[in-house]
């Protein structure tokens, strides 16, 4: 239907004007043209349809994913209410009292106050669930027991890197930057330098391919001064949203200016605070949206307000399929046809919102350098792409473009 709308159309546009100038009638004049306009909406179509399959079956593959990681570890991970992957039995009461307190260990419940939340300015208790008791129905009798109070899981986040191209990339190069930078991620290979590193779970730091090629594109693209916060550490039951909440309590500690976090996982509101008191403190935040595709849900950190959401590019300036959303988009970086060292040391293609979102946090950092304002120095930066002005695909524009050499 669609392709005999435009065939008609095109006939309708092409009659008076040959009947004006003489020319032969349309019938085979046109032929030839509506062919062409035949194969290019099958061709558009396809591609149309190619998207939304891929769409769907990233979307399919996140689910599958997340439940398979919650049984493949079931003495450290559950589902909770809303169905994501937390720490078994473990709920957050944040700003708990003491009637609070005496309210949740009369349910049977082991009450442990969290550390490392000073320089966040925030209060958090740690509450442990009777043994054999579901973390959907503990955070359910919670709720009860304290009306009003703010009780979550403490839910998982992913690292947001997919799968690479088997060779090539180009190597990012960039001026020197001075500015301090924190990286919220797996544990930094020695091959890396960075100024400090510390762990926040059990069993870190521990070096990762992933946390140390995120760590390496900062300092390809000139960052100086890195401090490392590694939130897996050798648990299944790592990058928990505590884990990264008292990782930007230690950052905020070391003076960084500017936080680069490649994972991302669902909604908290620890964390949530946790951003916003970061922000407060004048840190610039970046976070990637993910690779779970368009069809997934918004990926957090990065759609946390006044974090910048970041998507990713190929070499050729294309978005990539696998790009995941946020409730808003702020830059894309290069993200695939590029290279950053393994824990090994061998440098390796990478692909995904992971490595993008470092090479703007270098641009942020250059930025906070020269003394200024983040968001106005990257608009003015940013090369716009796709349809004029910002949009859902590439926020306001491209950042490091040239970071690659292109």
């Not at 762990?199 to 900062?218: K, N, Y």
């Not at 960084?256 to 008191?277: F, K, M, Q």
Request: hydrophobic share 45%.
């Amino acid at each position: 239907m669609r392709r005999l709308f435009v065939s008609i159309l095109l006939l309708g546009l092409a009659v008076p004007v040959m009947a004006q100038i003489g020319l032969p009638q349309p019938g085979r004049v046109l032929d030839p043209v509506i062919g062409a306009v035949d194969r290019t909406l099958d061709r558009t179509l396809d591609a149309t349809r190619d998207l939304a399959n891929a769409a769907t079956t990233l979307a399919r593959d996140r689910v599958r994913r997340l439940t398979g990681i919650a049984r493949a570890n079931p003495e450290r991970i559950e589902l909770d209410d809303h169905g994501e992957p937390a720490r078994r039995g473990v709920v957050l009461l944040l700003d708990p009292d003491a009637a609070s307190l005496a309210a949740v260990r009369k349910l049977g419940f082991t009450a442990t106050p969290v550390e490392g939340l000073d320089a966040l300015g925030l209060a958090t208790a740690e509450l442990t669930a009777p043994q054999g008791m579901s973390l959907p129905r503990a955070l359910k009798q919670l709720r009860k027991a304290l009306p009003g109070k703010s009780l979550s899981a403490d839910v998982l986040h992913f690292e947001s890197a997919s799968a690479a191209a088997p060779s090539g990339g180009a190597t990012v190069r960039g001026a020197t930057i001075d500015t301090p930078v924190g990286l919220i991620d797996g544990g930094v290979a020695a091959v890396v330098p960075v100024a400090d590193r510390r762990g926040f779970a059990p069993g870190a730091p521990a070096a990762t391919d992933h946390g140390t090629a995120v760590a390496g594109l900062l300092r390809d693209a000139g960052v100086h001064t890195l401090f490392a916060a590694d939130v897996y550490g050798r648990d299944p039951a790592g990058g928990t949203a505590l884990a990264i909440a008292r990782a930007l309590g230690w950052l905020v500690e070391k003076r960084t200016r500017v936080v680069s976090i490649s994972l991302v996982g669902p909604r908290n509101p620890l964390l949530e605070r946790a951003i916003a008191a970061t922000l407060a403190r004048g840190v610039t935040v970046l976070a990637a949206v993910g690779n779970d595709g368009p069809s997934a849900p918004p990926a957090f950190p990065a759609s946390y307000p006044g974090v910048f959401a970041i998507t990713a590019v190929d070499g050729r300036d294309r978005a990539l399929i696998e790009a995941g959303r946020a409730s808003h988009l702020d830059y894309a970086a290069p993200g695939a046809d590029i290279s950053a060292l393994n824990a090994a040391g061998a440098r390796r293609p990478v692909r995904g919102t992971s490595f993008a979102t470092p090479l703007a946090a270098a641009r942020a950092a250059a930025a906070v350098d020269h003394g200024k304002p983040v968001r106005a120095t990257l608009d003015a930066e940013a090369k716009d792409l796709g349809r004029k002005g910002p949009d859902d695909q590439f926020g306001r524009g491209l950042l490091c473009g040239d970071c690659t050499g292109r």
